[in-house]
């Protein structure tokens, strides 16, 4: 999962490793915190659990604390998540420039940032100031002081911005090194001077169109140039949200930016991402992944095709674990690809198998695409994790039979295993296998909402890892780091994709949107078709975060307009999403499997196509019998 893919930002400059200065160990250091911070309010969570169990009566505080806890979160983790490049940026293009422009338009991106976070950094600090002159209190139950919650905003965004500032040094330092005549075989720019003048003639003419009141068509294309030269998704998104907060208001309107960020990240739903992918993350270090595919191949493995089966079931089993297509693929991957090959399994049949069950991640619950499409359509997180069962049951289905007929007679059956083998595969794997049970029982059953199942399953998995040993008590530091950065780069795009739906809100884009296909008189499933259709395209280019926060807004409310039911919507684009993790050519799951294999793309990609038609049939399926996603929810009261 560490390999360098698409997700992550590339390297600011190329140098030398350098030694931790005292803003990198402050931005570690920030980021433990957080993670540890995650691990409190998950204690926290369980009170109100074992409160309301024993004494048929909740607690007053642990919901405002919790959700206090992850705006500190957001913002104390970010720095980190710089400095470990992890902040996702769209690099197609970087990619294919000369050394010397990638290194210049880094400079370029991290030099945004910085000039993004100063801004937020001093009008949250303003923030600070007032509602401590002024004594203001949240309006809840606890009544705490507005100025502490900033407080923790104040100083997660000032070690940001010195992570920053520091990037911005090396890079220049980085750049310095560089010889100036460049032999490589870029396929697009060598001159870096070009290449800026053409993003600045680019953002010239975005600013033109603000001025001149096409605000709308002034954000697009702002965002879009950024975008292109590989500027982080969030600073792409709040650089171009202050920009149309000052056409649309003014320098006036920028004190709305604290209080916009602050609303973003106090969300009890989002409290639900970082904790799941810590859970995973803990769970993951545990060696959890190896346990649960050891498992499968000890009951499957002597079947035909048994091991390729084993694979989609041990992806299927983590998915509902970790909620991460790529932390599946790699996960899973890591074991099974060798496993496979060694079998006699065709090396680009292994490679699609591990890709597309990876894709699993986000539709079997917890998924943290369906937690963030929750929290912008305020649709239930527990009637999307039901939702999704029976289509995640069904696609890993038809990946069982593909991975039972598409194996034929390449792969070598295994030995049979014992019965005393499998009763120890099984009891090896037994804490892996309780981890998903707890999730959707809990929440099927009503015992906690689906943010609570998070604490709870957080404080499983760093109980059994340390009781079974798994995990080293002095390893948890390292883990509770790593375990921040995924949550911390999709906590910083959701600040700057409330901040840019804040101001599309204002411009009324979904009205003028639904105003415009109404003057089409086209049936609303064309329309839908339409819709599958542009979320396909981008997923070959965006990730599945910066795709559902961007178009959502505005899609959303177009959607559930034309009349079809919400919750099926946000199902239906799970499985939309899952098509953007194996679609070259930025598929994230393919450039995991690249990266864990060192094998070419194109055999990667070779052995996911019949996966994408089989994704195929599994959308046709939930489209044209809609009880598929709704039966499910149905039973828990969550009638359409």
Known sequence: ?????????????????????????????????????????????????????????????????????????????????????????????????????????????????????????????????????????????????????????????????????????????????????????????????????????????????????????????????????????????????????????????????????????????????????????????????????????????????????????????????????????????????????????????????????????????????????????????GALFMGGVVPGIIIMVLFAVYAVLGAGKSGSKSPRASWPQRVAATRQAFWGLLAPFIVLVGIYMGIFTPTEAAGVVVLYALVTALLRKTIRAGDLWKVMADGVLSSGMIMMIVVGAIMLGMVTTVLQLPEHLLGAVEAMHVSPWVIMAILFVVYIILGMFLEVVSILLITLPVVYPLVTSLGFDGLWFGIVLVILMEFALITPPVGLNLFTIQGITRARLSEVVRGVVPFIVLLAVGLALVVAYQPLALWLPGTMGFNR
Request: charge should be positive; proline fraction near 4%.
């Open 1 to 381: 999962m560490e390999q360098q893919t698409a997700e992550f930002m590339e390297p600011i400059a190329v140098a030398p490793a350098r030694p931790q200065g005292i803003i990198d160990r402050l931005s570690t250091a920030s980021g433990a915190f957080a993670g540890w911070l995650m691990v409190l309010s998950s204690i926290f969570i369980g009170y109100e659990i074992l409160s309301r169990a024993l004494f048929s009566k909740g607690t007053v505080w642990v919901y405002d604390i919790t959700t206090y806890s992850l705006v500190w979160f957001t913002f104390l983790a970010s720095g980190y998540v710089l400095r470990e490049k992890r902040h996702l940026n769209v690099d197609l293009f970087v990619l294919k420039c000369a050394p010397r422009v990638k290194a210049v338009l880094d400079m370029l991106a991290v030099a945004l940032v910085a000039v993004l976070i100063g801004f937020m950094l001093v009008f949250s600090f303003k923030a600070m100031a007032h509602t401590y002159s002024v004594g203001e209190l949240e309006p809840t139950i606890i009544r705490t002081p507005l100025y502490m919650i900033y407080a923790g905003m104040v100083f997660g965004l000032l070690v940001f911005f010195l992570q920053a500032v520091r990037e911005f040094i090396t890079a220049l330092l980085g750049f310095g090194q560089l010889a100036p005549a460049d032999a490589s075989r870029a396929l697009i720019f060598r001159s870096p001077w070009l290449c800026l003048l053409i993003f600045f003639a680019g953002a010239a003419a975005g600013f033109y169109l603000f001025a001149s009141g096409w605000v709308a068509a002034g954000l697009f294309l702002l965002l879009v140039f950024m975008l292109i030269a590989g500027v982080p998704v969030f600073t792409s998104l709040g650089m171009a949200a202050a920009v149309g907060i000052y056409f649309t208001f003014g320098a006036g309107g920028f004190p709305q930016v604290a209080q916009i960020a602050y609303k973003a990240t106090a969300s009890n739903t989002l409290l639900a991402i970082p904790l799941y992918i810590l859970a995973g993350q803990i769970l993951m270090a545990g060696r959890i992944g190896p346990e649960l595919f050891n498992f499968a191949s000890a009951w499957i493995g002597h079947l035909r095709g048994g091991y390729a089966v084993a694979t989609v079931l041990a992806c299927g089993i983590f998915a509902a674990i970790s909620g991460s297509s790529v932390a599946t693929a790699a996960t899973i991957g890591t074991m099974a690809i060798p496993e496979m090959i060694k079998r006699g399994y065709k090396p680009h049949f292994a490679y699609g198998i591990v890709a597309a069950g990876g894709t699993l991640g986000i539709l079997i619950p917890p998924s943290t695409p369906m937690i963030i499409y929750s929290g912008v359509t305020d649709e239930s997180t």
